[in-house]
């Protein structure tokens, strides 16, 4: 179909000069050589230089009704010149970043006239998809490179260009992952807390164990609730593990379409439309009521209901069919869109009421 060459073509175009496997995955080019962590990745880059975001809307106008996005792309970096973690230096590379910001841009930015969020995403040392295929314990420095640059970033953001605003957390796989580690090492900090709209950190897990550890990690529980993490990951009935949910691992989640954390399941009218964009963040394709889906009781993941893997492949050799993780937002774009907007007014209201009552 159109949209998945879109997608591909947006996040996974340098999978074609990797190198055929057996089994038909795909793997570094035969000149890619996998180095240490510290011979990938430059220092953490200078977020003082406007070179090093691909939106920086600090100009923009702020009014009273609009909230900043912080948001921090997915994977679209395919290793290239022995490079596990992407190197700024390079525009083409740079080029296919922002075209997978743009893919869901339009959710948290809507462009609207009189109420346009100003829109933060830092390019930023991400790592490859390689790396995933690595064990989970050494996939970790290549990690941790990313992270330094996303921290910075936002300590940056913070100390620039916030100026105590209101701010939406955004993020999809890498991205998602990303911003979990940020609220791990920053939002015990209740001033932050009382700033953020909400963390939309979708396609990565979040375990009972991370909750215990960071009691600042507060999952949605409805399409309201402010200074929450919404969270899932899709997948097929059938599918009893994956690398982001493994077999045996349980995860938080809220399904987008009735915003019930229990098995409740959602019919496929109440999907308001699912979303393929292109590298430019046009849509491409809508079908309103495409699929309905429920919170799996053990697994913590969203099964979604009326699409097939036939139809809609995993894309990486790292999932397996059933796994409709390179969809998670696409599948439900209208409904987080709506959504975006329904958490920023409860959050203005939530804000108004305090300040009346102080």
Same mark, same amino acid.
């Given at each position: 179909?159109?949209?998945? +060459?879109?997608?591909?073509? #947006?996040?996974?175009?340098?999978?074609?000069?990797?190198?055929?496997?057996?089994?038909?995955?795909?793997?570094?080019?035969? @000149?890619?050589?996998?180095?240490?962590?510290?011979?990938?990745?430059?220092?953490?880059?200078?977020?003082?230089?406007?070179?090093? &975001?691909?939106?920086?809307?600090?100009?923009?106008? #702020?009014?009273?009704?609009?909230?900043?996005?912080?948001?921090?792309?997915?994977?679209?970096?395919?290793?290239?010149?022995?490079?596990?973690?992407?190197?700024?230096?390079?525009?083409? !590379?740079?080029?296919? $970043?922002? /075209?997978?910001?743009?893919?869901?841009?339009?959710?948290?930015?809507?462009?609207?006239?009189?109420?346009?969020?100003?829109? %933060?995403?830092?390019?930023?040392?991400?790592?490859?998809?390689?790396?995933? =295929?690595?064990?989970?314990?050494?996939?970790?420095?290549?990690?941790?490179?990313?992270?330094?640059?996303?921290?910075?970033?936002?300590?940056?953001?913070?100390?620039?260009? *916030?100026?105590?605003?209101?701010?939406?957390?955004?993020?999809?796989?890498?991205?998602?992952?990303?911003?979990?580690?940020?609220?791990?090492?920053?939002?015990?900090?209740?001033?932050?807390?009382?700033?953020?709209?909400?963390?939309?950190?979708?396609? &990565?897990?979040?375990?009972?164990?991370?909750?215990?550890?960071?009691?600042?990690?507060?999952?949605?529980?409805?399409?309201?609730?402010? /200074?929450?993490?919404?969270? $899932?990951?899709?997948?097929?009935?059938?599918?009893?593990?994956?690398?982001?949910?493994?077999?045996?691992?349980? +995860? $938080?989640?809220?399904?987008?379409?009735?915003?019930?954390? @229990?098995?409740?399941?959602? *019919?496929?009218?109440?999907?308001?439309?699912?979303?393929?964009? @292109?590298?430019?963040?046009?849509?491409?394709? =809508?079908?309103?009521?495409? !699929?309905?889906?429920?919170?799996?009781?053990?697994?913590?993941?969203?099964?979604?209901?009326?699409?097939?893997?036939?139809?809609?492949?995993?894309?990486?050799?790292? %999932?397996?069919?059933?796994?409709?993780?390179?969809?998670?937002?696409?599948? %439900?774009?209208?409904?987080?869109?709506?959504?975006?907007?329904?958490?920023?007014?409860?959050?203005?209201?939530?804000?108004?009421?305090? #300040?009346? #009552?102080?």
């Amino acid at each position: 179909m159109a949209f998945i +060459t879109v997608w591909m073509g #947006a996040l996974l175009s340098a999978c074609a000069q990797s190198a055929p496997q057996a089994d038909g995955s795909t793997a570094p080019g035969a @000149d890619s050589a996998q180095p240490s962590p510290t011979a990938a990745a430059s220092a953490v880059a200078d977020y003082a230089q406007s070179a090093n &975001w691909a939106y920086l809307e600090a100009d923009a106008p #702020a009014t009273d009704a609009n909230v900043d996005i912080f948001f921090v792309c997915p994977s679209a970096y395919d290793a290239q010149d022995g490079a596990l973690n992407m190197p700024l230096d390079k525009e083409e !590379t740079k080029d296919r $970043f922002l /075209g997978a910001v743009n893919m869901e841009k339009g959710i948290y930015d809507q462009d609207a006239a009189e109420s346009d969020n100003r829109f %933060f995403a830092p390019y930023y040392q991400q790592i490859s998809f390689q790396v995933y =295929e690595m064990p989970e314990a050494e996939r970790e420095p290549y990690l941790q490179i990313a992270y330094a640059d996303v921290e910075a970033a936002f300590e940056y953001y913070l100390a620039h260009y *916030n100026d105590g605003r209101p701010f939406i957390l955004a993020g999809f796989s890498q991205g998602a992952d990303m911003l979990l580690r940020l609220m791990k090492e920053h939002f015990d900090d209740p001033a932050l807390q009382e700033q953020l709209v909400a963390c939309y950190a979708i396609g &990565w897990r979040i375990t009972q164990d991370d909750i215990d550890a960071y009691p600042q990690l507060k999952m949605a529980q409805s399409e309201s609730d402010t /200074g929450t993490i919404i969270s $899932f990951n899709s997948e097929s009935p059938e599918t009893t593990g994956s690398l982001l949910v493994p077999e045996g691992v349980k +995860t $938080f989640a809220i399904n987008p379409l009735n915003w019930k954390t @229990d098995s409740t399941p959602a *019919n496929r009218s109440e999907n308001k439309g699912a979303c393929f964009t @292109d590298r430019t963040g046009a849509i491409t394709e =809508e079908i309103p009521g495409l !699929t309905g889906g429920y919170i799996d009781e053990v697994r913590g993941t969203l099964k979604v209901t009326d699409v097939t893997s036939d139809e809609y492949t995993p894309g990486l050799s790292i %999932f397996q069919d059933g796994v409709f993780h390179r969809f998670d937002f696409q599948f %439900f774009y209208r409904n987080l869109q709506e959504n975006v907007a329904v958490r920023t007014e409860a959050y203005m209201e939530e804000r108004a009421t305090l #300040a009346e #009552a102080a």
